[in-house]
Every structure is written in structure tokens, then in C-alpha cells.
């Protein structure tokens, strides 16, 4: 009787149709299920908290954690677009890390994604950002519906409950759904200036009926392991008008990270500017010494570019490395591949190794293509470089808020002091800022405890400014 049961019980299995999709998922239920068809565009919102990438207080602590009061992607697969608006305040207490902390207030951020071209709206401004082009068209194309389209575009590959595709030169993804068809996780990897490879998951949950479209109210995002968004999803509004044409002055910057502008600020040292992030370039009597490689292979090669046109004949003999934020060391693999030797702090230290060692299968870059591996060397409070004639310190910046193994660079014959972050210089001509941030006061606090005498500092970001200048904004109490 048992065996007749059981043998039937494997016949029903077999010809039933509900059964078969539970073992199984085709491309065409999960379309149906999601209704991915009739959704050109989608909008939703919530809140929750999120974090940003690359900004950690060391590289062994996730990434610091902000609270999104609201959170509003809207989503045009047709043209293809993306805009997420969210206002968000400071999470982290301590404000441990970067990210702009502490948030004062409520602050909002736009960040869009048209085409091939991606930017920053603040305030009126906008502002080019092709490094995160890649990025936001993977969160696109991993919406709950987008990630249906592109599998179908893309001619994806299904094995059981797994949905697989790649687009060439962005990323490979692999979607999961649950045994109603829905989408339930995704597992994507994608291209990385300081990783390489970077893993992407995100997990979509508690799928609701919001005028007969089927969405997760709950979404989890990892990236690179650590959390990076959990999203409670409050309002779902399909086929809404998602316009998003290209500004001009974007559209006119399609390669912001190339400019290159660079400034002489002592007798054989170079600022080089034109961009967002800045390095230093220090000739020594055989070789030269960079500060800093920042934001990617492209501006890593431009900057090279610059420094072999102002000492054309000396080679680089280290990179120093300021600290690990992402922003900062994009450049390093590009560092590594030239096998040039990185110095940066202990702390940083078996983070960049593992980075300059990592694979780029994705969309490989420089320092894949040369088969090589980053070699780092590490510091503690001090490491001195000279040649005899000129002396260049290498300075830990303890106690500060911004990241736990930050360097700056001091120059005692020239009176020059290279730092970044913890202190960003507004404009010339801005009003100076109502509130003092703490990691102001610790960079004026560790220059008078090493007993530094600094005439200029030469900011990784913003403009040469005197000392006298840091000072004030702290309200001259040094
Ligand atoms: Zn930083």
C-alpha cells in the first residue's frame, strides 16, 4: 500500500504542471509570475539605513551606516535609466569612517544613471561620475524586474531555481527564485578599481501586490561582504513616467578623471590637481616619490603620464598610500602593475595586498592584464625616506575619526604637510563653515604634538592653503 502511494505520488509529480515549476523555473513563468512584460518603468520608495562602500573606519569593519528617512528609485528599462533620491542623516556614534561624517541634518543625494553616462546632482550642480556607471546599471538590471528583462536579453542560462547571464565587460548574474517564480536573490559580480572582482547580493523579501505587480517590501543588499542597503519598502508604483534626459555639461565631460593640472609648490614638488582627488609628486636625487593614486586605472595613468613629463627620468620608487578608502586607492592596481612597491600604513597593509592580488575576470584592468601582484609595504607611527638632501616623513594621524590607519606626509625642509580628508579646505571664497568637525582639531593637534613646522598643506582634495588657515577654522585655539 505504501510503495502504491508513493509510486503514485511520483506519477502526480510528474504530469503535474504546479509541481514541475516548483522543481524547475523557465525564463517564461518567471516573466509571468512577475509580470515583467507590462512594466516599463517602476518607482519605488521607503526607508531603512544604508552604508557606504569603500568608506570603513579599517578595512576589517563593515562599511559605516547611515539612516535613509527616504529612499526613492525610479527605473525606466525602455531608454535605459536610473535615479535613486535619498535623504538621509548620521548613523555611525562615534562618526567612525568616511562618507562625508558626520552628516549634519538631513542630507539629501541623487545619484542618476542614463545610457552610458552616470552623475550627481547637488544642490543645482551636477557632477560627471562615470566611475559609478557600471554600478548603477547593475542595480538596474537587478531590480526584481530588470533583472528578468536582462536574463532575457541576454540570453541567460536556467538550472533548476538559477537564472544566469552575463553582459560582457560589466557583470555576470546569477538570479534565484523562490517556488512561486518570484525573484528572491540575487548573486552578481562586478568590476572594482580597488577589488577587482567585487561580489554584489541582494536579497528581495515579503513580495506584495501593488496594482497587479508583484514587489518585494523588503530588500537586503550586500557588496563585497559587508552590508550595504536594507530596505523597507513602503510604495511600488509600476509604468510611472521615468524621464531622465543627459545634462550638457555631462554629456561634455565624458573623461572628468583625466585633467590633469599640476602646480608647483616647492622646488621639486608637484601638486597635481584637476580633478576631485589630488596626489604629490616629490623628486628625490635618483628617483621620485607619488602620494597618493586615487579613483581608478584612468586617472592612475594620467597622473603617471604627468609625472613622467615633469622628471622624465627618474623612476617612481614608491606610491605612499594615505589610507584605504576607495576613492583614494582606486588607483594602486594600475601602481601594482607598473610594479612600482606601495607604502601605507599596518593597518591597511593585508587589505591591499589581498586587493593588489585579486583577479579582474570581469572587466580586466591593468594590473590583470600584466599578470603581476601589488607589493605593499607597511608602516607604523613613522617611516622616513631621504636621499641625503631631502627628507620626507611618512606620519600616522592617530585619533581621528576618519579612518584608523591614516598617513600624511611631511616635508620638514620644504614646510609642506600632504594630508587627506581629514582635513578638506573649502573654496576660497566660501563662507567658512559654522561647525568645527573633530578631525580638524586632531590634524592641528598632531602637528603641534611632532612639533611639525608647516607653512602650506597641500589637501589630497580642494587647494594649497597655510597652516594659519587650519587654525581659523577651528576657532584659533591652537
Ligand atoms: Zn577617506
Given at each position: 500500500m505504501r510503495t502504491f502511494l508513493s509510486r503514485l505520488a511520483a506519477v502526480f509529480v510528474l504530469l503535474s504542471p504546479l509541481a514541475a515549476t516548483a522543481q524547475d523555473?523557465?525564463?517564461?513563468?518567471?516573466?509571468?509570475a512577475m509580470g515583467a512584460a507590462g512594466v516599463k518603468s517602476i518607482q519605488y520608495s521607503g526607508s531603512g539605513v544604508n552604508f557606504q562602500i569603500g568608506q570603513n573606519y579599517s578595512p576589517d569593519v563593515p562599511w559605516p551606516r547611515f539612516l535613509v528617512k527616504s529612499y526613492t528609485r525610479a527605473a525606466n528599462y525602455d531608454t535605459p535609466a536610473l535615479r535613486d533620491e535619498l535623504v538621509r542623516l548620521q548613523g555611525e556614534d562615534p562618526p567612525r569612517g568616511g562618507g562625508g561624517q558626520p552628516v549634519s541634518g538631513e542630507q539629501r543625494q541623487i545619484f542618476v544613471m542614463s545610457g552610458d553616462f552616470a552623475w550627481n546632482v547637488v544642490g543645482d550642480v551636477v557632477n560627471p561620475s562615470p566611475i559609478a556607471l557600471i554600478d548603477r546599471q547593475l542595480q538596474l538590471w537587478t531590480t526584481p524586474h530588470g533583472v528578468v528583462k536582462a536574463a532575457m536579453a541576454n540570453k541567460a542560462t536556467v538550472q533548476g531555481r538559477v537564472i544566469s547571464f552575463a553582459v560582457p565587460g560589466k557583470f555576470r548574474v546569477k538570479a534565484t527564485v523562490d517556488g512561486q517564480n518570484l525573484v528572491e536573490k540575487i548573486e552578481a559580480v562586478a568590476p572594482n578599481a580597488v577589488l577587482g572582482d567585487v561580489a554584489v547580493e541582494v536579497r528581495y523579501s515579503d513580495y506584495k501586490d501593488f496594482a497587479g505587480v508583484k514587489f518585494p517590501t523588503k530588500i537586503r543588499q550586500t557588496i563585497g561582504s559587508y552590508p550595504a542597503l536594507d530596505l523597507t519598502v513602503s510604495d511600488v508604483q509600476p509604468n510611472v513616467a521615468v524621464d531622465i534626459p543627459v545634462p550638457d555639461p555631462i554629456r561634455q565631460t565624458p573623461a572628468p578623471y583625466i585633467r590633469v593640472t599640476t602646480q608647483m609648490?616647492?622646488?621639486?614638488?608637484?601638486?597635481?590637481?584637476?580633478?576631485?582627488?589630488?596626489?604629490?609628486?616629490?623628486?628625490?636625487?635618483?628617483?621620485?616619490?607619488l602620494v597618493e593614486s586615487p579613483l581608478n586605472d584612468d586617472r592612475a595613468v594620467a597622473v603617471l603620464g604627468e609625472v613622467k613629463s615633469l622628471v622624465p627620468n627618474k623612476p617612481i620608487k614608491h606610491v605612499i598610500a594615505t589610507h584605504h578608502h576607495f576613492d583614494h586607492a582606486g588607483g594602486l592596481r594600475a601602481i601594482a602593475a607598473e610594479g612600482i612597491p606601495v607604502i601605507t600604513h599596518d593597518v591597511n597593509k593585508p587589505f591591499l595586498e589581498k586587493a593588489l592580488a585579486a583577479p579582474a575576470s570581469v572587466l580586466p584592468d591593468r594590473l590583470a592584464k600584466s599578470g603581476k601582484k601589488g607589493a605593499v609595504e607597511g608602516m607604523r607611527d613613522k617611516r622616513v625616506l631621504t636621499d641625503g638632501a631631502r627628507t620626507v616623513e611618512i606620519l600616522n594621524i592617530p585619533g581621528n575619526n576618519h579612518q584608523g590607519g591614516i598617513a600624511m606626509?611631511?616635508?620638514?625642509?620644504?614646510?609642506?604637510?600632504?594630508?587627506?580628508?581629514?582635513?578638506?579646505?573649502?573654496?576660497?571664497?566660501?563662507?567658512?563653515?559654522?561647525?568645527?568637525?573633530?578631525?580638524?582639531?586632531?590634524?592641528?593637534?598632531?602637528i603641534k604634538r611632532l612639533n611639525l613646522t608647516v607653512d602650506q598643506i597641500l589637501p589630497l582634495h580642494g587647494r594649497i592653503m597655510p597652516l594659519a588657515e587650519l587654525h581659523k577654522a577651528i576657532g584659533h585655539s591652537h
Open positions: 523555473a523557465s525564463l517564461d513563468n518567471v516573466a509571468k609648490a616647492a622646488d621639486g614638488v608637484w601638486y597635481i590637481t584637476g580633478g576631485t582627488h589630488h596626489s604629490v609628486l616629490i623628486e628625490m636625487k635618483d628617483h621620485v616619490l606626509v611631511y616635508l620638514p625642509k620644504e614646510k609642506l604637510l600632504v594630508e587627506a580628508d581629514v582635513y578638506n579646505p573649502p573654496a576660497a571664497n566660501a563662507p567658512p563653515s559654522p561647525t568645527v568637525n573633530s578631525n580638524w582639531v586632531n590634524l592641528a593637534d598632531n
